[in-house]
């Protein structure tokens, strides 16, 4: 069933941060093709990356022929992010990113960071970024595994004390909506991160260009 068109009655605002606020799908890609170079292994395009990427993210690995009986996950997981970190070091924020949280602010919506991405790593990158004293709270993993953020959003919406059909969350993953699906809370879905519009609009999401559509589809702007 495809979700309501307008978010009303929305007082706070849980955001993905890798491909929903941070454009970082070029980085990712970059720092998946020095670890497939690595093994001889053909190169990841943008679009099949867009294609293949998901929750769990091991299954990401076996779509793109990582061999586990040989590999160790922990290994494979450290080795990714210390590739990522050197390739996203210049990764901007979104077009209108800033504006846009200033705004959200401004309406007087409150706002979370939800993400799968290691804490410490998540904190600094927001704080590199000059985006990180715009939030209540930011919710991130202990490890590097990106498993799930289903309890980490459970825990989040506790914190926050706000009715879960007032927190709309806003990602770029069809992880995001079954996120928000389980926890009963709206959901906003942005193409042009690291999922295709395809697989977006599959699950039956609301999926907009870009994070404006949170205030338009509130009636803000």
């Not at 955001?15 to 690595?38: I, Q």
């Not at 309406?107 to 979370?112: E, F, P, T, V």
């Not at 993993?141 to 506790?158: D, F, I, P, T």
Request: charged share 25%.
């Amino acid at each position: 069933m495809q979700e309501q068109r307008t978010f009303s009655g929305i007082t706070h605002v849980v955001w993905d941060w890798n491909g929903t606020l941070l454009d970082d799908v070029s980085a990712s890609v970059a720092a998946m093709n020095r670890m497939l170079a690595r093994r001889n292994m053909a190169a990841l395009q943008v679009d099949r990356y867009r294609d293949i990427f998901e929750f769990p993210v091991r299954r990401y690995y076996d779509a793109l022929g990582f061999d586990f009986s040989r590999e160790d996950w922990d290994a494979l997981a450290r080795e990714y992010h210390d590739e990522y970190e050197a390739c996203a070091m210049a990764s901007p924020l979104r077009a209108g990113t800033v504006d846009i949280l200033h705004a959200c602010r401004a309406a007087g919506l409150g706002m979370s960071v939800l993400s799968a991405s290691e804490l410490s790593i998540l904190n600094r990158m927001m704080a590199e970024r000059g985006v990180l004293e715009l939030f209540q709270s930011v919710c991130g993993l202990s490890n590097l595994h990106a498993v799930s953020k289903l309890e980490l959003g459970r825990k989040l919406l506790a914190e926050t004390g706000v009715p879960a059909r007032e927190v709309l969350f806003v990602g770029d993953t069809v992880h995001d909506y079954e996120v928000a699906q389980e926890l009963h809370c709206p959901c906003l879905l942005l193409a042009g991160g690291h999922q295709s519009r395809r697989r977006l609009a599959a699950c039956g999401a609301v999926v907009a260009e870009n994070a404006a559509a949170v205030l338009e589809w509130r009636g803000a702007v």
